[in-house]
Nanobody, 125 residues
Framework: VQVAESGGGLVQAGESLRLSCTAS????????LAWFRQAPGKEREGLVC????????YFLDSVKGRFTISRDIAKNSLYLQMNSLKPEDTAMYYC???????????????????WGQGTQVTVAS
């Protein structure tokens, strides 16, 4: 499955953004899905995963309570609602899909069948 992110942009600290990730050619049916980000000069970090079963696992404590993952299988779409954004949230955001992986174990380690090209999020102070 090929995926593509959208919804990034420039916002002020404290504002919100909603990122989307859409599958093309195939469907998200049977896939676990996750969001990652990478800031300049830093390693990619996993944020949160939604398993095929619907279970949600947060990989990064600093986004818990501010970021919410959701999906619409019928629309082949994954979302990341980001609230109370901080300058340190500035990064390129990526979605990833992994077939099965119902415990998000592979995605936790950055193992995925598909990665998007990313969407830039910039949070100004």
């Amino acid at each position: 499955v090929q995926v593509a992110e959208s919804g990034g942009g420039l916002v002020q600290a404290g504002e919100s953004l909603r990122l989307s990730c859409t599958a093309s050619k195939l469907t998200f049916y049977g896939y676990s899905l996750a969001w990652f980000r990478q800031a300049p000069g830093k390693e990619r970090e996993g944020l949160v995963c939604i398993a095929w079963s619907g279970n949600v696992t947060y990989f990064l404590d600093s986004v818990k309570g501010r970021f919410t993952i959701s999906r619409d299988i019928a629309k082949n779409s994954l979302y990341l609602q980001m609230n109370s954004l901080k300058p340190e949230d500035t990064a390129m955001y990526y979605c990833a899909a992994d077939v099965g992986d119902d415990g998000c174990y592979g995605l936790r380690h950055g193992i995925a069948n598909s990665w998007g090209q990313g969407t830039q999020v910039t949070v100004a102070s």
